[in-house]
């Protein structure tokens, strides 16, 4: 399939990992790209530029195909050192940056001149015309369904790709509760030119998780994830667990009082010891609605040759044998 975004990237079908905490290193992104998508890995997982630079040769000796690097401009207590980070990807050869979070403008001048394609994640169209006019090459559009920040709109993609499609005039790909071909060929027929998944590709055999995550998900359903931070205007949907069920208890309890430090125990450093240690309840971990399509454990290369298998046959079968049923 070619879209503008296969053309933007240089790979073969229209499907991106988005990047994900502690799931987005180079076994990941790797299988990804090698099975025609585009891998990403996730940039502040790594504790320094140095194990940044080393996580993307790591991710070049595995692939040969295109891959990319996520930098996440999120409000944290210590700014990382982004400076460092993007040294670390241009001195790697990378070529494509997922940014997230707040306005990278101020680190476009330095990706742009080392020929970097840009991609920044909104969850809404102000944000994406935004992108746009600073010089993001494409956007990820990333709706209220979205494992991780869905921001605070409330905008799902049914209304959020169309209005994108509307205003942008760079190409983007819907992102948030894509799941299988059906999430794709509905995605295109909006106007994104692709999908990003994030919680999809967490169950797969090459995502570097603990089992217990991918079980977790293949069992969860579409009711199961809440939102959480939504008074610290930082929501964030996670997989319902005993730990976020005192987390909102928490938020229910103190309102509009309630400061990051109240829930900083259910929240804070949590990501290493489910992600690695499969340790269920630690904290709140971000997870799609998605989850309830999600009922099994492929391969990269099996999941992304079989949503695109099928993309065919339901444009070529049942959209246009619709049509020609009408005719
Ligand atoms: C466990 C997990 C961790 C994530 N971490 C990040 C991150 O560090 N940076 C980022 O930009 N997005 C992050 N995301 C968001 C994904 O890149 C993607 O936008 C989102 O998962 C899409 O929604 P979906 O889960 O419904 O596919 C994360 C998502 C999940 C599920």
Request: with cysteine; proline share 5%.
């Amino acid at each position: 399939m070619k879209t503008r975004i296969t053309e933007l990237f240089g790979i073969r079908h229209p499907i991106i990992q988005g990047g994900m905490h502690y799931v987005g290193f180079a076994e990941l992104a790797a299988a990804v790209s090698s099975a025609g998508g585009l891998g990403i890995i996730t940039g502040l997982t790594q504790p320094s530029a140095r194990d940044l630079a080393k996580e993307i040769a790591k991710c070049r000796a595995l692939t040969d195909k295109p891959f990319g690097v996520n930098l996440t401009f999120l409000p944290s207590l210590a700014t990382p050192d982004y400076p460092g980070y993007i040294k670390a990807i241009i001195d790697g050869g990378v070529k494509i940056v997922e940014t997230a979070g707040r306005n990278p403008e101020a680190y476009l001048p330095a990706l742009k001149e080392a020929g970097i394609k840009v991609i920044h994640k909104c969850t809404s169209v102000r944000h994406s015309l935004k992108a746009e006019r600073i010089g993001c090459d494409a956007v990820s559009v990333d709706g209220f369904e979205c494992g991780g920040h869905p921001g605070e709109d409330d905008v799902p993609n049914m209304i959020l790709l169309p209005r994108a499609a509307d205003e942008l005039s760079i190409p983007f790909v819907a992102s948030g509760g894509m799941a299988d071909a059906r999430s794709l060929v509905a995605a295109l027929a909006m106007g994104a030119e692709g999908m990003n998944m994030g919680t999809r590709f967490i169950a797969t055999r090459e995502a570097p998780v603990h089992d217990n995550v991918k079980q977790a998900i293949v069992a969860a359903s579409e009711l199961d994830t809440r939102l959480i931070m939504r008074s610290l205007r930082n929501t964030e949907r996670v997989l319902i667990n005993t730990t976020v069920e005192r987390l909102v208890e928490k938020e229910r309890v103190l309102g509009q009082d309630l400061k990051f430090a109240d829930i900083a125990e259910e929240v804070s450093g949590i990501y290493p010891r489910v992600m690695g240690e499969g340790e269920m309840d630690a904290g709140a971990w971000s997870c799609g609605m998605v989850a309830g399509l999600i009922h099994d454990v492929p391969s990269c290369q099996d999941l992304i040759d079989g949503i695109m298998a099928e993309a065919e046959k339901l444009i070529h079968r049942r959209l246009e044998g619709m049509l020609a049923g009408s005719a």
